[in-house]
């Protein structure tokens, strides 16, 4: 067909979220670009737009490919098993050998921060979503008995959270995987357990 496009844009912003994986998006180059994708200087730029336009692209690519299956862990019933799955799937994404070391949106949490620089506004969202994701999972583990009624779900989530964005530094920094996988452990015991009249009740 006529002025169809010729190449596989889900697969090359894939492609594109690997390179600014590696080396961040000011470490990026449109050369890396080029070369992570197959696609010439002008094809990029008539497909994308703009690199800026292409790592938010690439952001959000990366949050469908590894983020989201680890979020669904959370829907579990048993609120332990959830949170174990949650960081057990986190650290076996880290650990694929097929991937950069670290993890994209940490990377762009530290580049971005609370600017209003490339891809900030769609990091600051998927952090959001997973807190949220974490709270209403612990919500579900009060309500249910599982946890203590005094649990302070609000700052157990933001806990959590800055737990899975630094497993993703220690990874990048060289720690083994027994460790992360220690820390794995440590993160389900830190749920408090529910009274014991509660456990007897439900």
Not at 13 to 21: D, G, I, K, P, R
Not at 114 to 133: D, M
Not at 172 to 191: C, H, N
Request: with cysteine; charged share 20%.
């Amino acid at each position: 067909m006529s002025g169809a496009k010729q190449f596989d844009e889900a697969a090359a912003v894939l492609s594109a979220a690997h390179a600014f994986w590696e080396k961040g998006f000011a470490g990026t180059s449109l050369s890396d670009l080029e070369a992570a994708t197959g696609l010439g200087r002008s094809s990029l730029y008539n497909a994308f737009g703009s690199k800026e336009a292409l790592y938010e692209r690439a952001l959000k690519s990366y949050a469908d490919t590894y983020a989201r299956p680890i979020l669904q862990a959370l829907e579990q019933t048993d609120i332990r098993t959830g949170i174990g799955e949650f960081f057990s799937l986190a650290v076996q994404a880290l650990l694929d050998a097929s991937t950069p070391p670290g993890c994209l949106a940490a990377m762009a949490c530290l580049e971005t921060g609370g600017s209003e620089g490339p891809g900030a506004k769609f990091t600051a969202f998927q952090l959001k979503v997973i807190g949220s994701s974490l709270r209403a999972a612990l919500d579900r583990g009060v309500a249910s008995g599982q946890l203590a009624n005094k649990t302070d779900t609000a700052s157990l989530a933001l806990t959590y959270t800055a737990l899975l964005r630094g497993l993703a530094s220690l990874h990048k920094g060289g720690q083994s995987a027994k460790e992360l996988q220690a820390i794995v452990r440590v993160s389900v015991g830190m749920l408090p357990p529910a009274e014991k009249s509660r456990q007897k009740s439900a």
